[in-house]
């Protein structure tokens, strides 16, 4: 790799309370930046991550000249996230999860072939993660992301190069992780969802607590309960963290019996896993245990009704071979929430494309 990419930047993100002195702290650290620039995409990421508004986020991107282990010249990305106290809990979670440090390589000759073969070799031991084409600087970006590295200085990495490459991008696009189209689609149930009358919302199922998290922080007067298999509430532990004091993690089984106190339920991603016997008795289980003013949002994939063409279809065939679940259409799914008890009474579009 190193014969043919060179190191570019590492970037880190920061969370100073307020801007002022900043540069003089740095400096001490042997750091001197120049003049902070507005971060679009490090911005972006954050709002749709903890679900609040671009308006409230203040992010720069300062520069600062040092060197690589060999002498040779590189850059520091100082991503600052100015940080009142409201903020805190973001920072937290990101000093503890380290998501946006990244360290971003600069292929040294900007050949199709050289370009495509190093995404291949990175693809092997890092997922895709997007990437884009800046024009003004004739330049592309390929990210990649493995949240789960051990290193948090690897769990995201950048290839540049000079030129474009519309189809690599293009490729690079479509196999990027599942886990960018989840965080849209978990952000997409916070903006359709409404949650301003509810007090206590159940996750059934909520396995990592990507979704209950960001629906907390989208309503921060809520309290969320989250149920799953007691060996699945380690993952959700971890993610809920921050939210400690307004979060339940209730061990327990769906086909047996779900927490009596919500307003909201959520089932996201759990019926296509099913046969639908299966759905029947947790789905029977929901309205027994719900109290009868809460609300059901399911969340699946929906199989068009006609012939149109779907990504529903590849994941039914994925579903039957691997867990005995299927992909429905809504009209399977408001029969099966008729013979439990329930009204489908609304359907909503949500970014569900990976
Ligand atoms: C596909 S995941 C969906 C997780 C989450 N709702 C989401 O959308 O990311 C299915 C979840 O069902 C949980 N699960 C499986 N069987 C269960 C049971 N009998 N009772 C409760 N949870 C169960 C699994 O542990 C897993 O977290």
Redesign the pocket.
Known sequence: MTRHAALDHAALLIFPETLSGLADELARHGLDVGAMTPSVVVRERLSSRYGVPLADLEVGILLAPVADRTGRPCELEIFVLVTPPELAPIAEDERRHERENHVALAVRRPDPVLVRGLRTLLTSVIGPDGGGYNGYEDNTVLYFRDAHRADPAFRRLELTSTGRFPQLLATHRRESCAGTS?LR??TGVTKVADFTTARTVV??????G??LARVLHTAPWLHGVL???P??LD?ASVRLAGLDSRVSLVP?????AVPDSGDVY?????L??WDDDQCRT?LTTCARDMPAHAELLV?ERLLPDGPDDSLAIPWDVHMLCNTGGRERTEPDYRALLAEAGFELVETCALPLDA
């Open positions: 989840l689609l978990f996750d059934i199922a909520g396995g990592n990507e979704l149920l799953d298999l060996n699945a993952a327990g089984d769906f086909t047996r959520l089932l996201s991603r759990v296509h896993d947790i969340i």
